[in-house]
């Protein structure tokens, strides 16, 4: 049980059940899980939305429901996008991109791209077809965060981000793939089969923009970025 509290924990404002630093390689098997939290994350997202929609216009929802996933993630994954917004764009070598990166202030790049990723999800919201787009949205970006841990090669020497990379194993991501297929079977059949192959295609083009950028590899910022970009993207398909 305790890979699954370091992974509610780690992702989530879940309350602390383990009051400990969790080591290295509880950190890596919690990677398994992430698909979990996500799903957890999305279920209250929908049936808040269900709820919310009794009260009020669908606008007001919307906006409540962007406020909602910002706090049950205390701003995590948007936090790795501005940062990785500011690093990408606004440095002219990987050493100063990933300067740029560490710095805990937001530049402009990163007002301009997390304005841009929230009014886009603000229009989304509000123009889903399929409400089920909420419960799929954080379940694919969450898998995307396992699957870019294993994948792609890590740009730093220490940090979290590296305990995780050191110590995942690919039994864990057979793990978070395993409860991602099920999941999107159950919650849209074969539409949510064809979600998770363009969830992996969307890593895919932006982990490969990123290496472009950064050759060294990924950082916990990226892994962030990545998991909204898929979100974004899954909302999008779910308003055609």
Not at 46 to 51: N, P, Q, S, V, W
Not at 114 to 139: D, E, M, Q, V
Not at 194 to 219: C, D, K, Q, V
Request: charged share 15%; hydrophobic share 55%; aromatic share 12%.
């Amino acid at each position: 049980m305790v890979p699954i509290f370091a992974a509610f924990q780690f992702l989530s404002i879940f309350p602390a059940v383990i009051r400990r630093p969790f080591s290295s390689q509880e950190m890596g098997r919690a990677v398994g899980w992430f698909p979990l939290v996500g799903l957890a994350i999305g279920g209250t997202l929908y049936i808040l939305d269900i709820a919310l929609q009794q009260l009020f216009p669908l606008p007001v929802v919307a906006v409540l429901l962007i406020t909602a996933s910002l706090l049950f993630t205390r701003a995590l994954h948007f936090d790795g996008f501005l940062d990785i917004c500011d690093g990408l764009f606004g440095g002219f070598t990987p050493e100063r991109r990933l300067e740029i990166m560490r710095d805990s202030r937001v530049g402009a790049f990163g007002v301009a791209g997390g304005g841009l990723l929230l009014l886009t999800k603000y229009a989304a919201f509000i123009s889903l077809s399929n409400r089920s787009g909420l419960w799929l949205a954080p379940l694919m970006g969450r898998w995307v965060l396992a699957m870019g841990i294993y994948l792609f090669p890590y740009a730093r020497q220490k940090g979290l981000g590296r305990d995780m990379k050191n110590n995942v194993h690919w039994s864990q991501i057979l793990l978070a793939t395993a409860i991602t297929l099920s999941s999107a079977w159950l919650l849209a059949k074969w539409m949510g089969l064809l979600i998770l192959a363009i969830a992996a295609f969307t890593l895919w083009l932006g982990a490969t923009f990123i290496l472009r950028r950064i050759p060294e590899g990924l950082t916990g910022d990226a892994y962030g970025a990545l998991n909204e970009m898929v979100e974004l993207v899954v909302l999008l398909i779910f308003t055609i």
